[in-house]
């Protein structure tokens, strides 16, 4: 049997999407400073050419793969069929307490002294903001013409962000647990019963 190969098409898809995985870990592994296109390279098994001509600056490489990811967190989130509000009010609290988000904030405070990154992500930031709300109000099954419960969502994804900063240093599952209980009671109260 030979061996068989991908078209070139297919192996430089492949390779750019190795690539942003790995700027991802990079970055939620070690922070912005030790995430250079070489390391991320690296981790990806690829060489450094091969990333500059898939992304020519860094700034490229970490705001696609943030965005890349984002992306597959919302496709994995529109997937959900939580049973109840409760179930969806978690899913929403996890969106903020994994990979995604620790490389998001890393990126953000590279983006707050690095004026040609700033732009990009605050752009990348707004509309991936819109989304997260969008996909929590059909979790949710929520009504925004009834007033508060725009509010009330809003709050709900506020919240989790903070939890997911708290998460940062310690993982305190237990707790989140309680927090996200009451949030699912509260949410069902301003939403209505019906989920």
């Given amino acids: ?4 190969t991908l078209p070139k098409q297919d192996r430089s898809r492949a390779t750019r999407r190795k690539l942003l995985a790995s ?8 922070g912005w400073s030790g995430s250079t296109v070489s390391v991320v390279a690296e981790h990806a098994g690829v060489s450094r050419g091969a990333a500059q001509h898939h992304f020519p600056t860094r700034e490229d490489l970490f705001t696609a793969a ?3 990811v984002a992306e597959e967190r919302s496709e994995a989130l529109r997937a959900l069929r939580p049973q109840g509000r409760a179930e969806a009010v978690a899913a929403l609290v996890d969106l903020y307490t994994g990979p995604l988000f620790r490389a998001a904030l890393h990126l953000w405070v590279a983006a707050s002294h690095e004026p040609q990154l700033g732009e990009r992500v605050t752009e990348l930031e707004s509309r991936v903001g819109r989304e997260t709300h969008r996909i929590a109000v059909e979790l949710l099954d929520a009504d925004e013409t009834v ?16 939890l997911g900063l708290a998460n940062l240093l310690t993982d305190d599952g237990a707790r989140r647990g309680r927090v ?7 949410v069902d109260r301003v939403l209505g019963h019906a989920p």
């Fill in 1 to 4: 049997m030979g061996v068989v």
């Fill in 66 to 68: 943030v965005e890349y």
């Fill in 23 to 30: 700027a991802v870990a990079c970055l939620a592994e070690r």
């Fill in 147 to 162: 007033p508060g419960v725009r509010e009330t969502v809003q709050g709900l994804l506020d919240m989790a962000r903070g």
């Fill in 180 to 186: 996200v209980e009451e949030w699912a009671g509260i």
